[in-house]
């Protein structure tokens, strides 16, 4: 069956660096999204993606933040100076249509030092 | 901005027990979705309710959409230890972005 995956699964850094977190979502979908959640909280909706362009973002997806689809299959975001608070667990997920099923990922646990 | 409000936060029940959570909004939803997720990997999806009153099984567990398109319950019945877990409502507004809005999470947990 076909999944979204990502990687690294596991990222640290130190404070103030740029880090890019990495997405296959599924071959053909069409709608991409990355969501964050903070250690025992609930999961959040940073943005969307369509057609090359960003549908949506939250008040979370500031400057820092940005994605990209390089290519047919990757999805990446990328967070350019990284803060303590960053710390989270990030899910990319997928869907072949807005109003059909997301597929998430299993996740990429980045801890900001 | 939309927000869901899910309880109970966390419950403790023996096995064979049933088990019944719900989400409530202040704004109306489009579509209702039930999450599963274990611990250190990603939602994965349980039930998806796509009509206002609907209801759906997916094997133990039901879930309906409310009326009024502001709630949804999910039931468990005869709970078993693998149900444990953390489960998340999400809700889908009329917008175009596919934007999801959880809940804040029940985490059950199952004694044998």
């Known amino acids: 069956e076909p999944e979204v995956t990502q990687t690294p699964s596991h990222q640290v850094t130190q404070m103030g660096q740029e880090v890019i977190l990495r997405c296959v979502p599924i071959s053909n979908h069409l709608y991409f999204y990355w969501y964050r959640q903070i250690l025992g909280q609930k999961v959040e909706f940073l943005v969307s993606f369509y057609n090359n362009e960003i549908s949506e973002k939250s008040e979370i997806f500031d400057d820092q933040f940005s994605v990209e689809r390089p290519d047919g299959s990757n999805f990446t975001l990328k967070i350019r100076s990284t803060k303590l608070e960053d710390s989270a667990m990030y899910f990319c997920?997928?869907?072949?249509?807005?109003?059909?099923?997301?597929?998430f990922g299993p996740g990429t646990r980045l801890l900001v030092l | 901005g939309q927000q869901l409000n899910q309880s109970p936060q966390s419950m403790f029940i023996q096995e064979g027990e049933d088990v019944s959570m719900n989400c409530t909004s202040s704004?109306?939803?489009?579509?209702w979705l039930w999450y599963k997720q274990d611990p250190g990997e990603g939602p994965v999806l349980l039930i998806a309710?796509?009509?206002?009153?609907e209801l759906t099984s997916n094997g133990r567990l039901t879930a309906q959409f409310g009326i009024t398109r502001k709630d949804s319950f999910l039931n468990i019945s005869a709970s078993i230890p693998s149900d444990v877990g953390i489960y998340f409502c999400a809700g889908q507004s009329s917008g175009n972005t596919g934007k999801l809005i959880f809940g804040q999470g029940t985490t059950l947990q199952v004694k044998p």
């Open positions: 997920a997928s869907n072949l249509d807005r109003k059909e099923t997301q597929y």
């Open positions: 309710l796509y009509k206002a009153g």
């Open positions: 704004s109306i939803f489009n579509t």
